[in-house]
């Protein structure tokens, strides 16, 4: 089984101080399964070492005040789910940050990811009337369903 897990908890060096936390049940589910580690402070363009920062709601947060954004996958019976192989996309960017190329940035740094872990597509639903829809065209992905509010897309890797 693939699993995304925080790549400071796995022990890489990517904390706010340089360090980690490295955590004992990660690394044990790092020897038992295939493991993805992500650091979403580092794809949202903070250094390291940093402002110490929190993921508070989804968002990357700096202890000074500056909010950046965090993107993510995961694969289960969501909106923007094609099957069981596909990981989806959810992404939040607060408006202020949006149309700078941080949100570009960040999905295209996922989608190398993925590719490089192997899957072959990713996915993800988004609102007909969000402007994000140009972004995600832009990075790969294409219209494959829709529905009166929402399109589904998915990014061919």
Same mark, same amino acid.
């Given at each position: 089984?693939?699993? @995304?897990?925080?790549?400071? &908890?796995? =022990? ?6 340089? #360090? ?7 690394? !044990? &589910? ?11 402070? !580092?794809? #949202? ?5 940093? %402002? ?5 709601? =989804?968002? %990357? ?7 950046? #954004? ?29 149309? !700078? #190329?941080?949100?570009?940035?960040? @999905? ?12 072959? !597509?990713?996915?993800?639903? *988004? ?5 994000? *829809? ?5 990075? =790969? ?15 061919? &890797?």
């Amino acid at each position: 089984m693939k699993i @995304m897990v925080s790549a400071c &908890l796995a =022990g890489e060096n990517c904390k706010y101080n340089g #360090g980690n936390n490295r955590n004992g049940t990660v690394l !044990q &589910l790092m020897a038992e399964n295939e493991v993805i580690t992500v650091c979403p402070e !580092q794809m #949202g363009g903070l250094p390291t070492p940093r %402002v110490p920062s929190e993921i508070r709601d =989804g968002v %990357v947060t700096a202890k000074d005040g500056r909010i950046i #954004g965090a993107v993510w996958t995961r694969i289960m019976n969501d909106y923007g789910h094609v099957d069981d192989e596909t990981p989806s996309f959810a992404i939040s960017l607060f408006s202020e940050y949006r149309g !700078q #190329g941080i949100g570009t940035r960040l @999905m295209k740094e996922m989608l190398s990811l993925l590719k490089e872990h192997g899957y072959r !597509q990713a996915s993800l639903a *988004v609102q007909k009337a969000n402007n994000a *829809v140009r972004m995600y065209r832009n990075v =790969g992905f294409e219209i494959i369903d829709e529905n009166d509010e929402e399109y589904i897309m998915v990014c061919r &890797l």
